[in-house]
């Protein structure tokens, strides 16, 4: 019976191909962008903020919200995509590979996520 799990579950979840350096390689494109869609948005905002924004008639609030998003948002989010595939590690190594002082801004972006977690 253990031998038929370990098959099965060899067979649902295949080891990741592995690039030059040892680390994991997306097994597509799309892949990547959807996980990096799902861990920017995530579902709830997604499927939440807009049936709040039309039960409360703000509309007025919507379109600063797109703004914001199509200006700010994706531009920073496809920068620190970027900044993070050409270092090849996380938030801190990746800003301090660009400079040692922007090490920091590394730091900021992980306690930001403790701090939206916790709230």
């Not at 191909?17 to 997604?46: C, H, Q, T, Y």
């Not at 919507?62 to 200006?71: D, G, N, Q």
């Not at 920068?79 to 090490?103: D, P, W």
């Not at 730091?107 to 996520?113: D, Q, R, T």
């Amino acid at each position: 019976m253990t031998s038929f799990l370990k098959k099965a579950y060899r067979f649902l979840s295949p080891d990741a191909e592995k690039e030059e350096d040892g680390r994991d390689k997306w097994p597509s494109r799309a892949a990547f962008v959807l996980a990096a869609m799902g861990g920017a948005i995530g579902l709830g905002n997604m499927l939440r903020y807009p049936s709040v924004v039309f039960a409360n008639n703000g509309v007025q609030w919507f379109i600063p919200y797109l703004i914001a998003l199509f200006f700010l948002g994706i531009p920073i989010l496809i920068l620190e995509i970027s900044i993070g595939q050409a270092y090849r590690g996380g938030a801190v190594v990746a800003f301090h590979g660009l400079n040692n002082r922007t090490k920091g801004i590394g730091l900021a972006v992980i306690m930001n996520g403790y701090v939206v977690s916790t709230y």
